[in-house]
């Protein structure tokens, strides 16, 4: 049997090629993906040694669990410098302190982080260019924020210092910020020490180096440290402690991204074992009589199902490894887009880990054998008596009580579960019942496939049976005369079908809610705001907003100001705010009669955590009052609004807080004025504020529409795959089919189908099994995503792509058309005479 199973091996190589495809594509892809976080984890390792190889010791202070990060004092440097073994220690400085660009406003969205420069032993900063800042009057810049912003060394900048004055620097070089993911997400600029500690207005350090005398073991030194650090919440480390923390700290951050990619992964692999599990099947069918003559001349039940187990496993390790060959490709492609549209990341070649290779062995192995286990099993029920049979018959389907019972089951599960979930409060634990819910019914789906296969491909197949006469009719009866075979081949495409109609309504919903309650809460032309993450002394100065209103163009100006403070007994800080100008707010509950000091709004969201009402009264712990309690005298609806959680009266907040700046200016341009006359006095107005940032209602809904679109994009290339392989299953299943129906082609060639018409039939047989498919996938992405955005957020407005959905259904249609083209292909070269002849 052995020798058999490989001689029919070696006699169906493309047979062999075809069923090993989906299996090699699911595992390239999750090979491809340890490729790819393996390689880019390895050149981290790699930079995180050599950085923390010149540190004997690193002293780090302990987390706080406060607002404010924990630092290290000066005292503690001096402590640590005074310990024996010491050589040198340097304390590290790390604050906000804003880059201004050449448009003479602040980069980014949040200020670029101010980093101190150590020099001699203890530098760990990667200088790529130029030299390090040795005197108060220069600086050093991250690559990546010189590049996009246009700086070389030796030009002139300007920077922020904490009190948001200006201060001009000579750029003397370039660096790189390593595996810092802050660094490389804010940009940084490099001072000198007592610089950085200027201009970020930080009194301690974010971490202590120290290098050891010669002598002097890291383990002794680290004792050491901590003997003379008593007193002090502090980590210490050795460099080799040291390397390993920051490399665990950056693996679980490739972890995260790991475990992303290879859900993708997996729900390629699922489609990949239902091509597999169809394949099989129809092999078993096609080698009916193979079998039969096989037991006639002695074979057991269990030589058989060994024979076919001995196949898949074949399969199985080809696939696996022509799969990790492709995974290899893919990861190296990956880094290679990567890097090539700037997104540099270190890598010391590709790393092809051991795990890699097992995972991918095992993998397609497993998935392979576990799909070819039932037609292995079926391949046992196979009686001698079926040698004298001269063709095989075609499979009946009986809708058994079993099925209907446990289909049943599982969409009451399902149904339940999603219900749940739409009915409970907004959030992750509502996301996740509903996704239960889907899984749960389309386990209903998957066993209900061959009893709705006759309906649905009726219904597919109406227009192609009247447009394309008898091979129309032909293909619509064929497509449901095996209906176990047509649902495993459809169930494919569903399953990507399914994810991408999912994806599309998640996107449209929330694209459409976000754009209402943005016309809602941005019912102005323009807002001002300072640059995010700013200390309160960046805000945008009074001055500003009363600037703008002697501009003749603007209509209304309003100012709103906020400040974190404790809420409630025991609370925890939210904003406290409060506005000044022409502005009503929208109210749910409660009413404005009344606001003065002693009183205040507060959002939906502040009334429902601490079961408050219009009427009850409420603390603020407050820097210059402390501790004053008022009257919410209305509900603010949070969605609807730009005021703060909690607004109070102009005058009383000032008398909570101090005068503080605004972090919002709203501003209507006058009837009349264009908007592009109206942009360039808001814009000139703002000029004179480095962290002044302009924005309109257009400017946002753009920013979150590339944002959609491009998690779209990812989204559906990695769903690609999946779909992919799923058109390779109907391929494959075309060709096995086409030479099982190998005397029925010739019989309705002889009796007049020319070798178009049979084509046609072909084509028209795999577009219905298509549309079939994108159907019942069009079907359950567009319930389960109403029910996901449901859980979401509240009040959405759900919308449905149907262009999309529609556009889904058509290429499912023409991918199963080109799909057919081979097997077509091959069934009308076929000789009429010699299929008659053949059993």
């Known amino acids: 049997m052995f020798r058999t199973t490989l001689a029919g091996l070696r006699a169906h190589k493309l047979r062999l090629l075809l069923t090993s495809l989906a299996i090699t594509l699911g595992v390239g892809f999750i090979a491809g993906t340890f490729v790819l976080t393996d390689t880019i984890q390895a050149g981290f390792s790699q930079q995180i040694a050599a950085s923390a190889d010149k540190v004997d010791v690193a002293v780090l202070p302990s987390d706080s669990g406060g607002d404010k990060p924990a630092r290290l004092l000066a005292d503690d440097l001096a402590k640590v410098r005074g310990v024996t073994g010491v050589a040198e220690a340097q304390g590290l400085v790390q604050g906000e302190a804003a880059l201004i660009g050449k448009d003479g406003k602040a980069v980014g969205d949040i200020p670029t982080t101010g980093v101190s420069v150590v020099t001699g032993r203890l530098s760990r900063t990667a200088i790529t260019s130029g030299t390090a800042p040795t005197t108060g009057d220069q600086v050093v810049i991250d690559k990546n924020t010189a590049k996009t912003r246009g700086f070389t060394p030796g030009d002139t900048v300007s920077v922020l210092d904490v009190h948001g004055k200006p201060h001009t620097f000579q750029l003397v070089g370039l660096f790189d910020v ?30 202590i180096d120290v290098a050891a005398a010669d002598g002097t073991t890291p383990e002794s030194l680290k004792a050491a440290i901590s003997s003379a650090l008593t007193g002090t919440k502090f980590r210490a480390w050795t460099g080799d402690e040291f390397a390993r923390e920051l490399t665990r700290a950056s693996g679980a951050d490739m972890d995260f991204i790991t475990l992303g990619l290879l859900m993708f992964g997996l729900v390629a692999m699922l489609v990949a074992a239902l091509v597999i599990y169809n394949t099989f099947n129809i092999l078993v069918a096609q080698r009916t009589r193979e079998m039969a003559l096989l037991r006639c001349i002695g074979a057991t039940r269990s030589q058989v199902f060994g024979s076919i187990l001995l196949e898949s496993v074949a399969v199985g390790l080809i696939s696996s490894a022509l799969g990790l060959l492709t995974g290899l490709g893919l990861g190296a492609g990956a880094l290679a887009v990567l890097n090539a549209t700037g997104q540099e990341l270190p890598s010391g070649g590709v790393s092809l880990a051991p795990r890699t290779i097992a995972l991918a062995l095992a993998i397609g192995l497993v998935v392979t054998v576990g799909a070819a286990l039932m037609p292995a099993r079926t391949a046992t029920k196979v009686a001698p008596i079926a040698a004298l049979r001269t063709q095989t018959d075609d499979h009946t389907f009986r809708t058994g009580v079993v099925r209907m019972v446990f289909a049943a089951l599982f969409l009451l599960g399902g149904a339940g579960a999603t219900v749940a979930g739409v009915t409970m409060k907004s959030g992750p634990a509502a996301l996740y019942i509903v ?22 491909s009726a219904f597919a197949g109406w227009a192609p049976a009247r447009l394309f006469g008898v091979p129309g009719k032909l293909a619509m009866d064929n497509s449901r005369r095996n209906p176990r075979r047509s649902a495993t081949t459809t169930v494919a495409l569903t399953i990507g079908v399914t994810l991408m109609t999912l994806i599309s309504v998640i996107t449209a919903t929330t694209r459409a809610t976000y754009t209402a309650r943005l016309d809602e809460q941005f019912p102005v032309d323009y807002m001002l705001s300072a640059q995010a993450g700013g200390s309160s002394e960046s805000a945008l100065p009074r ?57 205040a709004l507060v959002s939906t969201y502040v009334a429902r955590d601490l079961g408050i009402a219009p009427g009850d009264s409420v603390t603020l712990a407050t820097p210059k009052a402390g501790t004053v309690t008022v009257t919410v005298l209305g509900i603010l609806d949070g969605d609807t609004g730009s005021l703060p959680d909690v607004t109070v009266p102009d005058r009383a907040f000032e008398s909570y807080f101090g005068r503080l700046g605004d972090v919002r200016i709203l501003v209507n341009a006058k009837d009349g004025v264009t908007p592009d006359v109206s942009r360039k006095v808001v814009e000139a107005a703002a000029q004179p504020y480095p962290t002044a940032k302009v924005l309109s209602s257009t400017e946002v809904r753009s ?7 491009m998690m779209l994009m990812i989204i559906a290339g990695l769903l690609g795959l999946a779909i992919l392989i799923s058109l390779l299953g109907i391929a494959n299943t075309l060709s096995l089919s086409v030479y099982e129906r190998t005397r029925e082609s010739a019989l309705l060639r002889a009796l007049g189908l020319t070798r178009p018409q049979l084509r046609r039939m072909l084509s028209v047989e795999a577009l219905i099994l298509g549309v079939m498919g994108a159907i019942v996938g069009v079907a359950l992405g567009v319930t389960f995503g109403w029910a996901a955005t449901r859980t979401i957020v509240d009040d959405i407005h759900f919308r449905v792509p149907v262009t999309q959905v529609l556009l889904f259904v058509a290429l499912s249609g023409l991918a199963g058309v080109l799909a057919a083209v081979l097997p077509g292909r091959r069934a009308a070269r076929a000789s009429i005479v010699g299929s008659l002849a053949s059993d």
């Not at 007994?569 to 404005?592: D, H, N």
């Not at 920013?703 to 679109?709: H, K, S």
């Open 543 to 599: 001055a500003l907003a009363t600037d703008l209103r002697t501009r003749p163009e603007l209509a209304s100006v309003v100012q709103i100001r906020e400040a974190d403070a404790k809420v409630g007994q025991g609370g925890e800080k939210i904003p406290v705010g409060t506005f000044s100008g022409p502005y009503t707010p929208a109210l749910k509950q409660g009413s404005m009669h009344g606001f003065t000091t002693g009183s």
């Open 435 to 456: 996704m239960a819910g889907g899984v749960l019914t389309f386990c209903a789906v998957l066993i209900l496939g061959p009893v709705i296969v006759k309906p649905l």
């Open 703 to 709: 920013q979150f529409d590339e944002a959609l679109d």
């Open 178 to 207: 390593g595996v810092d993911q802050q660094l490389a997400y804010t940009g940084a600029v490099g001072f000198t020490s007592a610089t950085a500690q200027a201009m970020t207005g930080e009194k301690g350090f974010t971490e």
